[in-house]
């Protein structure tokens, strides 16, 4: 494929992903308004729990130690009490990006984000994502 076309899909995934997220969080804030703020955060978690795309799995220990053990390192540093959930997109385009807040909170990283990027760039993108959740 040419730099074109990839290019082109990059931005209509990373519009993809800004357009579900933004859904999402109005969907929350109605809810939240109506509700009431704990239902508001539960919305949001169980509509980006649907929203993610088929074959989104949740990442385990066992499968990325190294990837868990700097995760673990950066919420301890960040003063935070527990390790969020990470799941993996199965998407080729690079993201990462936080949901939640406290013990509902979880990280989204894509499969191109695990595979491509270095592991000092690996711990930029998870310190950036653990700056995220609110405790």
Known sequence: MTQQILRQKRLRLA???A???AMVGLAGRAVALILGAAAGWAAVIAIALMALPAGTQRLNWFHAPQFHRTLQDLIHRAGLS???PVYVLPSRGGAAMTTG???RSMILVSQEVLTVL???EL???LAHEV???QP
């Open 15 to 17: 519009q993809t992903v």
């Open 19 to 21: 357009l579900t997220v």
């Open 82 to 84: 527990r390790v969020p």
């Open 101 to 103: 807040v406290g013990k």
């Open 118 to 120: 270095t592991q000092r």
């Open 123 to 125: 711990t930029a993108v």
């Open 131 to 133: 700056s995220h959740p």
